[in-house]
């Protein structure tokens, strides 16, 4: 079983939809990484959690430690949000990244 | 603005040559990552490293080793290039260590074909 594993996997959304993505993880983590994969390979860091909520322009990240699950949102969507959208936890005191298999997201204008 | 970066956006290379892959950070990072990402299978790790001259093996190492001899570069070396390492390899780097790593920053990646 994946230590990470995403939900949805493939997710198609009209513009202006509030889009929300899941992550659940099974092992205690010292961090968790939302990363932004466009076409063309380059990744970009979103957030990184330890707790709490985090909010950057549309984007709103929440985590629940006790429960082993955070989730990404994207309030008021647009098709430049179209991209991978890849979970990532950091656990106890390795610091190599261990990822989901990512979520597919396409926002249709 | 900080960077991670990778030398080569696109690579084609025979098989059975040498290829080098370089990635060069300007962040003074102590942590850096060589990851291939494959449809289906999404990003593993193939070697790190946490200080100069130090490396150690990620999940698959096999077919390929590393070098790092100056803080900001680290190096991917495939000994004998073969068609399975056809894939999009991606450098990152990061800052701290123990409980607290932050600062994951990736670099935009080589997508390599071997034929």
Excluded at chain 1, 57 to 80: D, F, M, V, W, Y
Excluded at chain 1, 100 to 108: K, R
Excluded at chain 2, 23 to 30: A, F, I, L
């Amino acid at each position: 079983k994946n230590e990470v594993e995403q939900s949805p996997q493939n997710l198609t959304a009209q513009e202006g939809e509030f889009i929300t993505i899941n992550c659940s993880y099974s092992v205690g983590i010292s961090a968790l990484h939302w990363l932004q994969q466009h076409p063309g390979g380059g990744i970009v860091s979103l957030f990184m959690l330890s707790s709490g909520k985090k909010k950057h322009g549309r984007l709103i990240a929440t985590i629940n430690i006790q429960e082993k699950h955070s989730s990404l949102h994207i309030t008021a969507s647009h098709p430049r949000d179209s991209a991978v959208y890849i979970c990532a936890v950091i656990s106890g005191s390795a610091r190599q990244l261990t990822f989901g298999s990512g979520t597919q997201l396409t926002v249709l204008p | 603005d900080v960077k991670v970066t990778q030398s080569s956006r696109y690579l084609v290379k025979r098989t059975g040559e040498k290829v080098f892959l370089e990635c060069v950070q300007d962040m003074d990072h102590e942590n850096m990552f060589w990851y291939r990402q494959d449809p289906g299978l999404g990003l593993r790790l193939i070697y790190f490293s946490y200080d100069v001259k130090m490396k150690e093996k990620g999940d698959i190492p096999e077919g390929y080793s590393v070098s790092r001899e100056k803080k900001e570069r680290f190096s991917l070396i495939l000994e004998s290039a073969s068609t399975n390492q056809t894939s999009m390899y991606l450098c990152a780097s990061s800052f701290g260590g123990g409980f607290y790593p932050y600062g994951y920053t990736f670099g935009s990646g080589t997508r390599l074909t071997v034929v």
